[in-house]
C-alpha cells in the first residue's frame, strides 16, 4: 500500500471512530450502535467507502462514516435524503460497479434484494454486502424462495411450518451463490427473531 493511501486509511479509521463515539453521547441508541460497529468491523479493510444503502430510512447509520460515495434508496417519499423507491424496481437497473459495500437494513427477510444483486452482472467480487434478517413463524415466505426450493405447494397447506426457516433458505440461498464466510450476530426478542451480518462477494 502507497503512503498515502496509507494515510487516507487511517484517517478515515479515526474519523469512524470519533463519530461512533459521538453519535453515542447524543442518542443513547443501543441497536443503532451496534449497526455502526457491525459495519465498521465490515469495512475495516477497505481504503474508502463507496456506499449503496437499499433501505436507507434516514441515512442514519451512514452519518457515522466517511463514504468517498453513498447513495440511498427509500421507499417512503420525504424520508431522508434519497431516491424514493422501492429498491425492488430499481435493483436490476443500477450499475453496481462503482460499490463497494451493499446496504440491505431490511425490516424482513431480504432475499428477493440479495438475490436481485447476485442476479446483477454489475456486481463486483470484493464487495462487502451487510444485512438485517427479522422473521417470525408469521413471516411470509416470498415466492422466489419458495420457487428456488420447490416448495410452492407444500407452503399452500401450512404456511407456518415454513414461515420459521426464512432465514435458513436466506442462508442456502447464499451458499447457493457461492457465499461461504457469513460474520453475523442474532438477537431474539418475544416477537421476532433477528439476525444482523454481513458477507464479501
Ligand atoms: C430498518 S429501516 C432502515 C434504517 C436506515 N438503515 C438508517 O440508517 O436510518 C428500513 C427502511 O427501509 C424502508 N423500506 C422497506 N422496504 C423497502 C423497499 N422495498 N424499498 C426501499 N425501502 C424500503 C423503510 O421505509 C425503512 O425506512
Not at 128 to 146: D, E, F, P, Q, R
Not at 176 to 189: A, L, S
Request: glycine content about 6%; charged content about 30%.
Amino acid at each position: 500500500m502507497s503512503k498515502s493511501s496509507q494515510r487516507s486509511t487511517d484517517k478515515r479509521v479515526i474519523t469512524n471512530r470519533c463519530s461512533y463515539r459521538t453519535y453515542g453521547k447524543k442518542t443513547d441508541n443501543d441497536k443503532l450502535t451496534d449497526k455502526v460497529f457491525l459495519r465498521q468491523v465490515a469495512t475495516r479493510d477497505k481504503d474508502e467507502l463507496r456506499v449503496l444503502d437499499l433501505f436507507a430510512g434516514e441515512n442514519l447509520i451512514w452519518q457515522n462514516f466517511d463514504c468517498a460515495r453513498y447513495f440511498g434508496v427509500e421507499q417512503q417519499k420525504g424520508k431522508g435524503k434519497n431516491l424514493y423507491a422501492d429498491n425492488r424496481r430499481v435493483i436490476p437497473k443500477l450499475d453496481l460497479s462503482d460499490f463497494n459495500v451493499i446496504d440491505v437494513d431490511s425490516y424482513g427477510i431480504p432475499f428477493v434484494q440479495i438475490e436481485q444483486l447476485f442476479k446483477n452482472s454489475t456486481l463486483q467480487d470484493g464487495t462487502v454486502i451487510v444485512y438485517t434478517c427479522i422473521g417470525n413463524s408469521l413471516t411470509t415466505i416470498t415466492n422466489s424462495c419458495k420457487r428456488k426450493f420447490g416448495i410452492t405447494e407444500m407452503y399452500k397447506e401450512s404456511p407456518t411450518l415454513f414461515n420459521g426457516f426464512g432465514t435458513d433458505y436466506f442462508h442456502a440461498m447464499l451458499y447457493d451463490y457461492g457465499v461461504r464466510k457469513v460474520t453475523m450476530y442474532k438477537r431474539k426478542t418475544n416477537e421476532f427473531n433477528k439476525e444482523y451480518g454481513f458477507f464479501t462477494v
